[in-house]
């Protein structure tokens, strides 16, 4: 069995190996392909293992003995599903295995926003608290987090974990959904949402109606000292109307971890501005989590060879 895996270090990093599935077959791997090269360097396999390459029906239709393509995320919407099935190809994805490690972060830029850590720190190296003439200095807001109303868009089972964490701060819970769900939460329209919270985090697939969400409009309906933080997708979020509202004051900050383009573009509007933190889409990538997700790939692929269906998106 011939089995061709793209970027590998994307998730495995330097501290896992794909060592285990050598009893498989041939292994070869590459790193990030040029588009036109993916049909070449797939050749005669019989799978192909990756996260954002783009499986297009084209690319199946040159690699005739592809019978697997295993995702190495959640996401599936760079692989052409309904030609697969076509074709008689499995698809695979891994879902939830990032849940606690992606809440956790979600759960970080809040505090970092009711706390203002990060420049109390940046002040402490610059020999300000040696300058003061008290014990204690607090130029930067800091906000306790009970009472305060975190709106989540979209309660999977990520957004209801970060729910969950948000609870024991003691904060009010609002939601929106395509429909109610059944948990003691407040579920509201989007413009409520938009309108009441306090902090507004992102939780939705990216999708014909998500693309764009957040926007000129929706951003107009926060309040001024609301925040927004986006641990989905980027294209979510109109990156050029949120720098806007940002620079103007429209509201009070953004945390991201997630670009409409990854990795970041040059001219990033987002760059450089004083409210808006930015991590390299990095919210999945614990040693833990990236162990798990590399388990979940191996798993796939082993009961797809026992003729089992496993996370099979084409089923």
């Known amino acids: ?15 896992i190996t794909l060592d285990s599935l050598q009893d498989l077959g041939e292994l070869h791997f590459y790193g990030k392909p040029d588009p036109a090269e993916v049909a070449r360097l797939i050749g005669d396999s019989d799978a192909v293992l990756c996260s954002k390459v783009l499986m297009t029906s084209e690319i199946m239709a040159q690699c005739p003995k592809l019978k697997y393509i295993g995702l190495t995320a959640t996401g599936y919407n760079n692989v052409d599903t309904v030609a697969a099935k076509k074709r008689g190809i499995t698809v695979t994805n891994v879902p939830s295995y990032s849940t606690d490690a992606v809440s956790q972060l979600v759960l970080a830029f809040i505090l970092q926003f009711a706390t203002s850590l990060i420049r109390y720190d940046a002040s402490t190296r610059r020999g300000d608290w040696k300058r003061s003439e008290l014990f204690c200095y607090f130029p930067y807001p800091i906000a306790e987090l009970r009472g305060k109303k975190l709106g989540i868009v979209g309660l999977g089972e990520i957004g209801r974990r970060v729910a969950g964490l948000a609870e024991a701060f003691g904060m009010e819970i609002l939601y929106t959904s395509r429909s109610p769900k059944d948990v003691p939460y407040r579920f509201v329209d989007r413009e409520t949402l938009f309108r009441e919270s306090d902090f507004i985090t992102l939780h939705c697939p990216l ?3 998500t693309r764009g969400l957040v926007g000129e409009k929706t951003l107009r309906l926060m309040k001024r000292t609301a925040y927004l933080i ?6 979510v979020v109109d990156e050029a109307a949120l720098a806007k509202a940002l620079s103007e004051g429209q509201i009070a900050g953004f945390a991201g971890d997630v670009l409409e383009e990854e990795p970041m573009r040059k001219d990033c509007p987002l760059q450089g501005l004083d409210n808006c933190i930015l991590t390299p889409h990095v919210a999945w990538a614990p040693y833990e989590t990236r162990l798990r997700l590399k ?7 082993r009961a797809f060879l026992r003729g089992e269906r496993r996370n099979d998106v084409t089923a």
Do not use: A, W, Y
Request: hydrophobic letters at 25%; one cysteine or more; charged letters at 30%.
């Open 1 to 15: 069995m011939k089995i061709t895996i793209f970027e590998s270090k994307s998730f495995c990093g330097e501290d």
């Open 295 to 301: 388990g979940e790939v191996e798993e796939n692929l």
């Open 230 to 235: 986006n641990t989905s997708r980027g294209p």
């Open 207 to 209: 999708n014909g109606e």
